[in-house]
Each structure stands twice: as structure tokens, then as C-alpha cells.
């Protein structure tokens, strides 16, 4: 049947090859209509399920509470005067934006000066109150630290996170400034708030777009310094810096792959021929992204880039059959004969490349899922285009005497002996062993996969001078009612009370206006804490920020009754209420861990699914349980997704020599060569993250190709080795470094989550290599004797 096809293929092509060129041309035309509505998403909520909570949860509540997210515009001046006329000018001007809920750079000074300590919710209070005796007990010469055991620190480092909480807070109440500014008051800050969370890039760049250039107007018109920044434009600067990444990396890969093309060639006309067809089947692939998949993603983005240097493999492999072949046949019969018997083993190689990438396309996580289904698809199309474009490239470029006879790459390495390949596989065996018994294969950090970006680094600092804690909860609830919002807070109160709980502070608009009960509690810990700072031990305090809020809670005088929630401030009462004007209450979650360790992030999300909740109480979405989300997923389903990826590999092989120890032959270098690859991270630290873990499958497709196109050529020959390897060892290591150099580009990106692909792909392609052209030589020796 294959053959049959091949034949028609081949008498049609030479037939009506420029119908064949006509009907191409069209194709490619009317796909560039579907390419011109490919877009990158950089929203990490993407990558989740669709019927997953935290996804359903994020739609539902994007309008009425958002994400949390923000924009930042800070402006900078000695002229104290013009300072403030720009932030009031700014201020008021952003406020007209329809898309902005409110804007604020003042702080409600009246307000916190009367409430001030009260303000902080009870577990707080409770803290501070342990911490009054600890500092006591630090500080006064004549009491005694039982408290912190035999010489061993008596915080954990949740604990010690928890303690520099406190500090901060209380040092905020005793600095209190009317403006968001900096200490030395020439910086102040402007926080706008968005009414639903903006999930779109173009959405995002339009209003940025419009934030901007008030502030550039202000900047104009008063003579300082200011810009836009904040958690909302993210992801602006991560597709710019993405976009940027993947153009240089292009760029380099491209004139790479050119080099070695004609390196192996020896000759510039027929690189066209080369690469033409390739593009083609990308084009087609590329064109049903938007319909199929509907945008790229982060893990997505990248893959026009490695599937060139993929795909080129097959262009070579077909190519150098067919100059080989026109030295002893027809044009037509060289183009049967090619396509025919190489054409059969890149067929197989396409195949066990697409279906481990098909199998990704089963997972539930959008990142796996997107990956397979694009990188299968496009491996289809470009062996659709080999088998149809390809001919007709061949024959028009035979007519202008493009396609000459081959030149034979010489140079080779003779396989391994005997001796040799066995202390290899031992090394391989044991590295990997190592590898795995050591569980330090997996990155956790999240902070390691995000971009070096020097003016994004230099706002931060600016940034941090005027706000000096996290502005974004990493988890956000809505409350229907003041029952469920106090049910819930007792709920999350209980489990912040826990000597190890992962979660720092909870805020509501119940931190403003407690009920009389809760108020009353907090009055009675100010009370006993004050009452600990009344000796003149506290003078010996060597801080100076904690001795100045210790002296400022010494002299500080509450109130005699709380405030009622409806006549706080409006910059309250706009960020703890829903947005959509139905009064629901905001509850937002801050850790005390990290928010970029995966393994803390896990824990900080296992303890808000354990916390025993309202049934009414909607939620949790946030960026801190999307990571904790993603990782979760990751961790789950790698290991079946890469099981059923190894299966897909081999169906076709078995499929197409019906022989369990062919297949096992064939598969022999993949499975040692990702040994060796693992072996080599776990010896020289080198971790697999949320990002480039996905290239492990699509390496299983990539990685038996060089086995197939070996074993069967070596079959062919009887088990001649050394013919084999002479003819195969030149082609097969051009292969491997076009596919190489595809990923090389990623190395140079400045978003650290594609270095690391590309160097992973680059370490696993590299052992693929050694084990295809060395190790399983010397094994199919030992069975041609």
C-alpha cells in the first residue's frame, strides 16, 4: 500500500509538477489568512484545565474582585511642590478612565492615626503580644530567655517570616506618611486598580498604553521624572522579552542550520530545496493553531523554533537518497526509490516523533496538552509536505540543475569495543541510578524561570522605597455576606494559629471594623502588651525602628468603640468590597513562605484546601495557587504522560518489524541515551523545571530517530558495521546538530525557563547522539557475529 502511493506520487508529481507548484502556492495563501490570527497568551491561567476549580473560579470571579493585580505609576522629584501637583494631576486623570475601578496615592491619615494598633487583626495582636516577651526577654539585662531553649534558635524560619511581619507592620503605623512616598519623601507611588481582571495582551497594552501617557503628560508638564509599572503589564514585558528571545534565537539558529547545510551540501542552490518544504508543512500547521487551539502559550511559544531544526532531518535524509540515486536512475525511479525505501524510515521516524507528542496532548495540563497537540501536528504536516512538496522542489530544482549528485560526508568514528561499550553502560546505569535516588532532578524555584530584565529590575527597586510589602494576596476569597465572611475568617484564623501554618496574615474589611466582640479581644492584647513595655528596659533596645513604634504604642490611646464597615474610608472600603457594586467582601490570603518554592507554594496551598470553610464562599483564585496548581499538575502527570510516550514510540516500530528484539534494538539507544542524560544532571546539579520539562517526551521522538535510520540501515547491509557507520555516521550527526542547533538558540534567551529547555534539549539530544553512533554499533557487532 505504501508503496503504491509512493508510486503515484511519484508518476504524478513528474507529470504535472507545476500544477503540483500552483496548488502549493495556493494552500500556503490562503493559510497565511488563519496565520495572521496566531497570538501568544502569557496568562499562566491558561495552562490549567478548563473544568478545573481554580479555572472556573477565576472566570466567575474576574469581575467582582479581579485577580488582585495592579498598575503602578511612580513619579519622582526634589520639588516637593511639583511633586504633589503631578500625583494629584495623574491621580485624578487616571481616575477617569472607564477602566479603572480607583486610583489612590493618599493614605486615609485621620482614619489609622485614631485606630491605628486596633487595626491589626487578632492573630496578629497575639503575636505581637508573644513577641513583646521575647523582646523582653532579649533585651532586659535582668529577666532570663527561657524562652529560646539550649542555645538553639527558637523560631523556625516560618516563624522568623512571621516575626519580620510584625516589625514591618508596626514600623508602618509609627512612620505614617499621608502619601504612598519614600522615607526621604522625593518618590511617591500611585496604585490603579483595574474593575475585573484583565486577561488579554492587547487589552492590557491598551490601557497601559493610556496609563502611560498620563503619566508622560505629567512628566512634561511639571518637569519630573515618572513611569508605569505594577503586576498588571507583567506580562507585557514577558512577551516582549519572549518575543525578543525567540527573534535572536531564530536568527542564530538560522544562519547555524544554514552553515551546516552547506557544509553538508557543499553548494548554496540547494538549500532551498532543503528548507522550502519544510516551511510549507509549518505553515499549514501554524495556520490551525488559532482554529484548534485558539492561541500559543508560554511552553508553546518556542516551538516554531526547535520544530525547524526537527523537521530539517527529514529534508536531508530524503534529499541525499535522491542525489544518490539520479547517479543510477531516472529522475522518476530516483524519486520512487527515494521515497520508497528512505521515505519509509522517515515516515516511521515522523510517527514515533508525533505520537509521544500526541500522548502529551491527553494531559490535563494546557502546557503538556498544547505542546503535544501542536508539535504532533506540525510533525504530521511536515511529513505531508516531504511526501508532497518535497518531489515537486526536487524535480523543478533537478530541471534547473540545482540537485547534482551527492558528495559524500567522510570521516568517521569506528563504534565502541567490546570493553568499552560495557563500561559506558555500567557508567550510564550507575549515573542514572545516582540520578534518581538522589530526587534532585526537579526545580521548585519559580523565580529561576522568570526574565533578567535590567529597566524592569530598576523600577522594582524604585517600587519597593515607597511600597515595602507584598501588594497582591496570593489567594483571594469573596464572601456573599458579613456571616460568611466572619465564619470564614474564624476558619482561616484557626488555621494561621497553627505553630507551622504556611499562612502570614488575612485581610478583610473586619481588619477596619471588627465586631464588639473581636474588638474588644484586641483592646485587652494592646492593653497586656503595652503593659509589658511599660518598664525603661525597652530604652536598651539596640533598634532604632523598633524602639520608635514602642515608644509610639506607649503613648498611644485607643478608642473607645470600633468603627461600623460602611463608614470607612472610601481607599478601604473600594479594595475589600466587590467591584461590581453588590457589597460582597474581599478576604485575601498573604503566605509565609515563599512564593516562588514550589514546595512551599504546594504547602500553602494543601493547608487553604484543608481549612474548613463556608459552603457559600467562593473561591480561592490567585498567582500563588496557579503556581501550586501548575507544579501540582506537572507532578502528577509527567510521570503517565512520559509511560504512555515511551508506549507510542514503540508502536510503530513494533508495527513495522512485527519483532519484539528489533524493537528493543532500535529503542536500545533511546532508553540508554536518556539514562546517560539523567545520569549527567544528577552528577553536575542540572534541574528539569515546569517549563522544560515538557521537552522530555518530545526528546523520546526526537531520540529513536537516529536508532530507527541505523538499525534498519544496518540491517540492509547484513550487520556491516563498519559500512554502516561510514555511511550513516556523517548524515545521522548532521541530523542530530540541525535539531541541536534549533534548541541552541533558547540558550541565549534572557528568560532563564527556555535557557533551561535549551540546554537540556541540547545535554539530551548530545547522549542521544553518543549512544545512537556508539553504543548501539558495538551491540549489533556482537550480534553480526
Known amino acids: 500500500m505504501f508503496k503504491k502511493c509512493v508510486r503515484w506520487l511519484s508518476r504524478s508529481t513528474e507529470k504535472y509538477t507545476y500544477i503540483w507548484l500552483i496548488l502549493i502556492t495556493l494552500s500556503c495563501f490562503l493559510s497565511s489568512f488563519f496565520l495572521a490570527d496566531l497570538r501568544l497568551d502569557t496568562n499562566l491561567i491558561r495552562l490549567l484545565p478548563e473544568n478545573s476549580a481554580l479555572f472556573q473560579w477565576t472566570n466567575k470571579l474576574r469581575g467582582p474582585i479581579g485577580d488582585g493585580g495592579y498598575f503602578t505609576i511612580l513619579i519622582e522629584s526634589n520639588d516637593r511642590e511639583k511633586l504633589l501637583e503631578a500625583a494629584d494631576y495623574i491621580h485624578k486623570e487616571t481616575e477617569k478612565l472607564h477602566e479603572i475601578y480607583f486610583a489612590n496615592y493618599r493614605n486615609p491619615i485621620q482614619f489609622i492615626e485614631k485606630y491605628k494598633y486596633l487595626l491589626l487583626p487578632l492573630p496578629l495582636l497575639e503575636r505581637l503580644y508573644d513577641y513583646a516577651l521575647r523582646l523582653e526577654a532579649e533585651t532586659n539585662p535582668f529577666t532570663t530567655d527561657l524562652m529560646g531553649g539550649h542555645g538553639e534558635p527558637a523560631d523556625s524560619r516560618i516563624e522568623q517570616s512571621k516575626r519580620r511581619s510584625i516589625e514591618k507592620k508596626l514600623g508602618q503605623f509609627s512612620s505614617l506618611r499621608e502619601y504612598n512616598e519614600n522615607p526621604d519623601g ?77 557544509f553538508s551540501f557543499r553548494s548554496l542552490r540547494v538549500l532551498p530545496v532543503v528548507i522550502l518544504p519544510l516551511l510549507v508543512g509549518l505553515v499549514w500547521a501554524f495556520s490551525l493553531v488559532p482554529v484548534l487551539i485558539g492561541s500559543l502559550n508560554i511552553i508553546t511559544v518556542f516551538l516554531l523554533l526547535i520544530l525547524f531544526g526537527m523537521g530539517i532531518d527529514y529534508s536531508i535524509h530524503l534529499i541525499r537518497q535522491f542525489q544518490k540515486q539520479i547517479q543510477i536512475l531516472s529522475v522518476g525511479e530516483a524519486l520512487y526509490e527515494t521515497f520508497s525505501v528512505t521515505g519509509k524510515s522517515v515516515a516511521i521516524s515522523g510517527l514515533t516523533t508525533a505520537l509521544p507528542l500526541f500522548v502529551l496532548a491527553l494531559s490535563r495540563f494546557r502546557g503538556f496538552s498544547d505542546f503535544g497537540m501542536i508539535g504532533g501536528l506540525s510533525i504530521i504536516m511536515m511529513l505531508i509536505a516531504m511526501f508532497t512538496v518535497l518531489p515537486t522542489f526536487l524535480l523543478i530544482a533537478y530541471r534547473l540543475n540545482f540537485i547534482t549528485s551527492s558528495v559524500t560526508l567522510t570521516g568517521s568514528f569506528p563504534p565502541l569495543g567490546k570493553k568499552s561499550a560495557v563500561a559506558l553502560l555500567v557508567f550510564i546505569v550507575f549515573s542514572s541510578f545516582f540520578a534518581l535516588k538522589s530526587g534532585n532532578l526537579f526545580d521548585y524555584n519559580f523565580s529561576a524561570h522568570t526574565n533578567d530584565i535590567q529597566s524592569v529590575q530598576k523600577f522594582e527597586k524604585r517600587h519597593k522605597k515607597v511600597f515595602n510589602q507584598s501588594m497582591v494576596p496570593a489567594a483571594l476569597y469573596l464572601a456573599p455576606d458579613i456571616g460568611n465572611l466572619d465564619r470564614s475568617l474564624a476558619a482561616l484564623t484557626n488555621a494561621l494559629e497553627r505553630e507551622e501554618s504556611t499562612i502570614e496574615r488575612v485581610t478583610s474589611i473586619r481588619d477596619f471594623a471588627p465586631e464588639k466582640e473581636e474588638f474588644d479581644r484586641r483592646i485587652e ?85 484543608q481549612a474548613v470553610l463556608p459552603g457559600k464562599l467562593q473561591g480561592p483564585i490567585g498567582e500563588g495557587i496557579v503556581f501550586a496548581e501548575i507544579l501540582g499538575l506537572v507532578l502528577h502527570e509527567a510521570p503517565i504522560v512520559f509511560f504512555f510516550a515511551l508506549l507510542a514510540v514503540a508502536l510503530p516500530i513494533y508495527l513495522s518489524n512485527r519483532s519484539f528484539k528489533e524493537t528493543a534494538l532500535t529503542l536500545f539507544p533511546l532508553i540508554s541515551g536518556m539514562a546517560l542524560m539523567f545520569g549527567i544532571m544528577g552528577i553536575s546539579g542540572m534541574q528539569v523545571n515546569y517549563l522544560s520539562i515538557v521537552i522530555i517526551p518530545a526528546l523520546l521522538g526526537m531520540g529513536v530517530d537516529d536508532g530507527i535510520h541505523y538499525f534498519r540501515h544496518c540491517k540492509s547491509h547484513n550487520y556491516d558495521i563498519l559500512t554502516t557507520q561510514k555511511e550513516l555516521f556523517g548524515t545521522l550527526s548532521i541530523c542530530t546538530l540541525t535539531t541541536m542547533i534549533g534548541y541552541f538558540g533558547l540558550v541565549m534567551a534572557h528568560n532563564r525557563g527556555l535557557q533551561s529547555l535549551g540546554l537540556l534539549a541540547c545535554l539530551g539530544m548530545t547522549c542521544l547522539w553518543v549512544t545512537s553512533m556508539f553504543l548501539l554499533p558495538a551491540f549489533l557487532g556482537e550480534k553480526s557475529n
Open 525 to 609: 492584647l494592646i492593653s497586656q502588651t503595652k503593659e509589658i513595655f511599660k518598664g525603661s528596659w525597652y530604652k536598651h533596645i539596640s533598634d532604632p525602628d523598633i524602639k520608635k513604634w514602642v515608644t509610639d504604642l506607649r503613648s498611644w490611646t485607643p478608642p473607645e468603640k470600633p468603627s461600623d464597615i460602611f463608614s470607612l474610608p472610601k481607599e478601604i472600603l473600594a479594595y475589600y468590597l466587590s467591584r461590581d457594586g453588590s457589597n460582597q467582601f474581599l478576604i485575601g490570603i498573604y503566605p509565609a513562605v515563599s512564593r516562588r518554592n514550589g514546595h512551599e507554594v504546594l504547602a500553602f496551598q494543601k493547608e487553604l484546601e
Open 186 to 262: 522625593n518618590l511617591m507611588g500611585i496604585i490603579a486598580y483595574p474593575r475585573s481582571m484583565i486577561t488579554e495582551l492587547e487589552d492590557i497594552r491598551k490601557l497601559y498604553n493610556r496609563i502611560d501617557k498620563i503619566s508622560l503628560e505629567a512628566a512634561e508638564k511639571y518637569n519630573v521624572w515618572s513611569q508605569v509599572g505594577g503586576s498588571q503589564i507583567k506580562n507585557l514585558r514577558e512577551y516582549k522579552s519572549i518575543i525578543e528571545d525567540l527573534g535572536r534565537a531564530g536568527l542564530v539558529s538560522l544562519a547555524a542550520i544554514l552553515g551546516i547545510l552547506f
